[in-house]
């Protein structure tokens, strides 16, 4: 009886912390529709809320814990989650090798540098990074890299290819960012964007333990549908899911799960026509 009462106690918490963060989340960060529901629970009373409208799975930002974790990060933290320099090296062969060494080229979320170090290594003379967190932006200047602090500063219709590796998922509103990189691209420029896939079997499997869901400062997850849906939303066109990349040499299992769309990440590249 008593653990029944204990259960029933147990519930209706719960349900008590989900309204209360529904209500903190109030509407979908990207098409803000009012009928979001919890997705995942996780610790202390935190969730995940998912929106059947555009597909996305989101967490209501904590401004202070997102502001100290800007204001603080260092190089070296950046550095031990960073894309491993094999993967940089084939998405360079795969989508950039065959770009002039002039043209523009622009990291957006550059964090700690390494892939605006490789594209300067490998020759190319005009890189842009754009780093939110100042302390990481002053560190790349240091390094004589060239850094901006938000996509506003930068010209209309100017650049050739934007990356945006492991960027979107940190992004308090994505639509406006992706808008913003609509508007510097050249005609016939593109984006090149790799996010976690909140329909990996990894999400599947370990729900709210699993680590992309974890990270603080990672707040929208989206599957392919949702991100082309998106991008088609803000003008992009031709966006496509590039299955090639990452998995062909490095990880073979992981690229016939790439083939299901079932891997941890999305990569997908889209243009400006
Ligand atoms: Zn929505």
Same mark, same amino acid.
């Given at each position: 009886?008593?653990?029944?009462?204990?259960?029933?106690?147990?519930?209706?918490?719960?349900? /008590?912390?989900?309204?209360?963060?529904?209500?903190?989340?109030?509407?979908?960060?990207?098409?803000?529709?009012?009928?979001?529901?919890?997705?995942?629970?996780?610790?202390?009373?935190?969730?995940?809320?998912?929106?059947?409208?555009?597909?996305?799975?989101? %967490?209501?930002?904590?401004?202070?814990?997102?502001?100290?974790?800007?204001?603080?990060?260092?190089?070296?933290?950046?550095?031990?989650?960073? /894309?491993?320099?094999?993967?940089?090296?084939?998405?360079?062969?795969?989508?950039?090798?065959?770009?002039?060494?002039?043209?523009?080229?622009?990291?957006?979320?550059?964090?700690?540098?390494?892939?605006?170090?490789?594209?300067?290594?490998?020759?190319?003379?005009?890189?842009?990074?754009?780093?939110?967190?100042?302390?990481?932006?002053?560190?790349?200047?240091?390094?004589?890299?060239?850094?901006?602090?938000?996509?506003?500063?930068?010209?209309?219709?100017?650049?050739?290819?934007?990356?945006?590796?492991?960027? !979107?998922?940190? !992004?308090?509103?994505?639509?406006?960012? !992706?808008?913003?990189?609509?508007?510097?691209?050249?005609?016939?420029?593109?984006?090149?964007? /790799? /996010?976690?896939?909140?329909?990996?079997? %990894?999400?599947?499997?370990?729900?709210?333990?699993?680590?992309?869901?974890?990270?603080?400062?990672?707040?929208?997850?989206?599957?392919?549908?949702?991100?082309?849906?998106?991008?088609?939303?803000?003008?992009?066109?031709?966006?496509r899911g590039l299955k090639?990349?990452?998995?062909?040499?490095?990880?073979?299992?992981?690229?016939? !799960?790439?083939?299901?769309?079932?891997?941890?990440?999305?990569?997908f590249?889209?243009?400006?026509?």
């Amino acid at each position: 009886m008593a653990e029944k009462e204990e259960l029933h106690s147990r519930t209706i918490c719960a349900s /008590t912390r989900a309204v209360n963060h529904l209500f903190a989340a109030n509407s979908c960060p990207l098409c803000k529709g009012y009928q979001i529901h919890p997705a995942y629970r996780g610790r202390k009373g935190s969730f995940l809320f998912r929106c059947p409208v555009c597909g996305i799975i989101f %967490k209501v930002p904590n401004c202070i814990e997102l502001s100290n974790y800007y204001s603080l990060i260092l190089a070296k933290d950046i550095k031990a989650e960073s /894309t491993p320099l094999e993967v940089v090296s084939e998405i360079y062969k795969k989508v950039l090798s065959q770009l002039s060494r002039d043209c523009l080229i622009v990291d957006f979320g550059c964090g700690a540098g390494h892939f605006l170090e490789f594209l300067a290594d490998a020759g190319y003379r005009n890189i842009i990074g754009v780093e939110r967190s100042l302390r990481l932006a002053i560190h790349l200047r240091n390094k004589g890299l060239e850094v901006r602090e938000n996509l506003l500063q930068i010209e209309d219709g100017s650049v050739d290819v934007v990356l945006a590796i492991e960027v !979107l998922e940190h !992004l308090e509103d994505p639509k406006s960012a !992706l808008a913003e990189i609509h508007r510097i691209l050249k005609r016939s420029g593109s984006i090149l964007i /790799t /996010t976690p896939n909140q329909k990996s079997i %990894k999400a599947k499997v370990l729900r709210w333990r699993w680590k992309e869901f974890r990270r603080p400062s990672h707040l929208i997850f989206f599957d392919r549908n949702s991100l082309k849906r998106l991008l088609e939303e803000v003008g992009f066109s031709r966006a496509r899911g590039l299955k090639d990349i990452y998995y062909t040499r490095y990880r073979p299992i992981e690229f016939c !799960l790439n083939l299901l769309g079932l891997t941890g990440n999305i990569r997908f590249l889209a243009f400006k026509d």
